[in-house]
């Protein structure tokens, strides 16, 4: 097949079975999100949501076109704006991932830096009170709003569950990382429709307060949030489980050493989070356990993937008492 655009070959992205020693008792295996046209499972509400609002005459070819993104959306709204020849503005802050910087700027986005940690000492919240300053000066602008708009977790629902259900003949278990909340909302209504007895996994880090935990510093993007997503409300969650970035970092570089998947951060917390889960568990048939691996590990190079990066973050990350702070 001959595409005429490169985001034209987002979705049906590989799925493989996983190998590893400590998950005998478990048939496992992994979406490869990765394989998206930016590199992240992203590409898909990107698109399809900017696809809708059109369709729908929400916005117009001189709508500005808004987002608070330090990551893969930002990237992904970048492109596809690129492609339709609509005006972008990504709101970002200082702990952006270099790479992403220069992705969304490439791409022809605006930025808008925010450099003042808010409450919880992050920068998400500030970040949402400068989108509201954009509007406020910019009528005809549109806010993408990842963690309230339905279109997003639509994406989902009709795109990555769909391709995730007609893959295997069933799912027990499917395990996701919750940031945005987008990708487990929309996934797990599917799921639950065609599999009414799987059971559907959230995985949150210490430090994010999505599932009531306490805020604190973290330093690894793509996985947890500082304010709890709205669109949350409609997702079918079984259990929950939290993971620690130490085992993250390690679950990452077992992903590529054993099963050579170069994936990012949440990826390597989806993955330690089902070893925990499963460990000592034992069945007598095994189930079907799904992980979607979100995006790739290259926008990790300066970080997960950086000895250097690795040793500072294990002395920083050391000093902090997980049961202290959740």
């Keep these: 097949m001959i595409y005429k655009n490169v985001l034209d070959m987002a979705g049906n992205t590989p ?6 020693k400590d998950l005998m008792n478990i048939n496992l295996f992994g979406k490869l999100e990765f394989y ?24 117009n070819k001189d709508t500005l076109i808004i987002e608070s993104s330090s990551g893969n959306f930002g990237i992904a709204l970048a492109a596809v704006c690129k492609k339709e020849n609509l005006n972008f503005t990504c709101v970002i802050d200082p702990c952006i991932n270099p790479i992403n910087e220069v992705l969304i700027r490439q791409l022809g986005a605006s930025i808008i830096k925010v450099d003042v ?28 709003n990842q963690y309230s708009n339905k279109y997003n977790s ?10 995730i ?14 940031s945005s909340g987008g990708t487990i909302t929309g996934v797990s209504r599917k799921v639950k429709e065609r599999f009414p007895n799987a059971k559907v ?25 500082s304010m709890v997503p709205t669109i949350l409300n409609d997702a079918l969650i079984d259990d929950i489980v ?43 048939n095994k ?10 590990g290259d926008r990790y190079a300066n970080t997960i993937f950086n000895e250097c990066w690795c040793k500072e973050f294990m002395i920083n990350s050391s000093k902090l008492s997980l049961s202290s702070i959740y």
């Design 165 to 178: 259900c007609n893959s295997v003949e069933n799912i027990d278990y499917i395990f996701m990382g919750v």
């Design 36 to 59: 998206n046209p930016t590199g992240s499972v992203k590409d898909r509400a990107a698109s399809y949501i900017l696809k809708k609002v059109v369709s729908t005459n929400e916005i």
């Design 201 to 225: 996994i959230a995985v949150d880090i210490y430090g994010s307060v999505i599932f009531g935990g306490k805020p604190h510093k973290r330093y690894i993007p793509g996985i947890g949030s």
């Design 242 to 284: 939290i993971v620690d970035e130490f085992s993250t970092v390690n679950a990452c570089y077992e992903l590529l050493n054993e099963n050579m998947i170069f994936a990012g951060g949440s990826s390597g917390s989806v993955y330690y989070a089902i070893k925990k889960y499963f460990h000592g568990k034992k069945f007598k």
């Design 154 to 163: 639509d994406a989902y629902y009709y795109l990555l569950g769909e391709e």
């Design 117 to 144: 940690p808010d409450e919880n000492g992050g920068f998400l919240l500030n970040r949402i009170i400068e989108v509201k300053k954009f509007l406020a000066k910019n009528p005809n602008s549109y806010w993408v």
């Design 15 to 20: 799925m493989i079975q996983i190998f590893s």
């Design 287 to 296: 189930p079907n356990v799904i992980s979607i691996f979100a995006d790739r």
